[in-house]
């Protein structure tokens, strides 16, 4: 079982609830069957706050769409925390609007992404990203939403 903590600096979109954003979160968890409960943090913040955060840990001073911050080793009798996501609404929402994509969409494949940064995704080489953007595509159409990566 995976807990999903929400919170929200600026709200999500009136079309878009805690409830949905979890059920996203949970599809990309891809160990569910493990004895261990786990949990997963998410925050909606507004662009200066993720721009703090780009500018420190990753050293890019600019605001992006989704951060993840896996954790450190678990602690025994703990539920496993898995990390942190921390979603940008603006540039989320300003990404859909310039793809021409429903905003709920790319919010998911948002929330998707994020989360399997939490799970040791990444996207630094071809290789790498390629698999990941194939998982993304699998775990997005098992919620009914088309490939992101075509436009």
């Known amino acids: 079982m995976l807990q999903v903590d929400i919170s929200q600096q600026v709200s999500l979109p009136a079309t878009i609830g805690e409830a949905q954003l979890g059920e996203w979160i949970r599809t990309a968890y891809l160990e569910p069957e493990q004895s261990t409960s786990a949990e997963v943090s998410v925050a909606v913040v507004e662009e200066s706050a993720i721009q703090a955060l780009n500018t420190e840990y990753r050293q890019q ?73 194939n998982l993304e595509i699998e775990l997005l159409a098992r919620l009914g939403i088309a490939n992101p990566y075509v436009h």
């Not at 951060?67 to 990404?95: K, M, S, Y």
């Open 61 to 133: 001073p600019k605001p992006t769409n989704v951060l993840a911050f896996p954790a450190g080793n678990p602690v025994h009798g703990e539920p496993l925390h898995l990390g942190d996501i921390v979603l940008c609404a603006a540039v989320i929402e300003r990404e859909a609007a310039a793809q021409d994509k429903q905003s709920a969409h790319h919010w998911a494949h948002m929330a998707v992404h994020g989360m399997l940064h939490l799970q040791g995704y990444d996207h630094i080489e071809p290789q790498q990203a390629a698999s990941m953007e």
